[in-house]
Structures are given as C-alpha cells and as structure tokens.
C-alpha cells in the first residue's frame, strides 16, 4: 500500500500547467530540461545530417509539417470547466479537482 502513496505523490507532485495553452499535463522534466534537450537533439541532427538546398524537398518538407500541424490541432480535446455537482463525492480525482478548497488543477 505504502509504495501505492508514494507513487501517488510523485504523481500529483509532477502535475503542472503547460505554458502555452494553460490546460494540466504531466511534467517529468522541467521546461528547461526540455529545451536543454531539444537545442542538444537539435545539434546533433544538424552535425549529422546535411542541410538540403533543394527549394521542391524543402516545399515538401514545410507541407507535410504543416498538415501534421492542422491534424495536431483538430485532435484538440474539448475544454471543461471544472464544476461541483452530485458526482463530486463519488468523483476519483477530487483531492486534484480545481473545483474544491484545496484542488490544485491538476
């Protein structure tokens, strides 16, 4: 039970809001980690790979992200606001809910 808790803990302890849209995320590295380790992964594809001169590959390069752009943001989940009702005492994530005294929002 006692490792339950504590996983539990570390769960609710890595909760934060993600800087660009607001909403909760789970946060196992801090925001400069991340960017830490995109500039790293960053240089080294750069080290590693040629830059292509190629203006149709370089096209084709910025179509295929942007699609996966749009398709990225029509998966968007909808947004709810958190609200007490008669569910709330039967509800798992409570002691989180940003509804009640104490929630965090996570």
């Given at each position: 039970?006692?490792?339950?808790?504590?996983?539990?803990?570390?769960?609710?302890?890595?909760?934060?809001?993600?800087?660009?849209?607001?909403?909760?995320?789970?946060?196992?590295?801090?925001?400069?980690?991340?960017?830490?380790?995109?500039?790293?992964?960053?240089?080294q594809?750069?080290?590693?790979?040629?830059?292509?001169?190629?203006?149709?590959?370089?096209?084709?390069?910025?179509?295929?992200?942007?699609?996966?752009?749009?398709?990225?943001?029509a998966?968007?989940?909808?947004?709810?606001?958190?609200?007490?009702?008669?569910?709330?005492?039967?509800?798992?994530?409570?002691?989180?809910?940003?509804?009640?005294?104490?929630?965090?929002?996570?």
């Amino acid at each position: 039970m006692r490792p339950l808790y504590l996983l539990a803990l570390c769960l609710l302890a890595a909760c934060d809001s993600a800087p660009v849209t607001g909403r909760s995320q789970m946060m196992l590295v801090s925001e400069s980690e991340e960017r830490q380790l995109g500039a790293q992964a960053y240089r080294q594809v750069l080290a590693s790979e040629p830059q292509s001169h190629d203006a149709e590959f370089k096209a084709l390069v910025d179509k295929v992200g942007r699609r996966i752009a749009q398709a990225a943001a029509a998966t968007a989940g909808p947004q709810f606001t958190a609200r007490v009702n008669d569910g709330c005492r039967h509800c798992p994530i409570r002691p989180i809910c940003p509804a009640h005294t104490g929630g965090s929002g996570a």
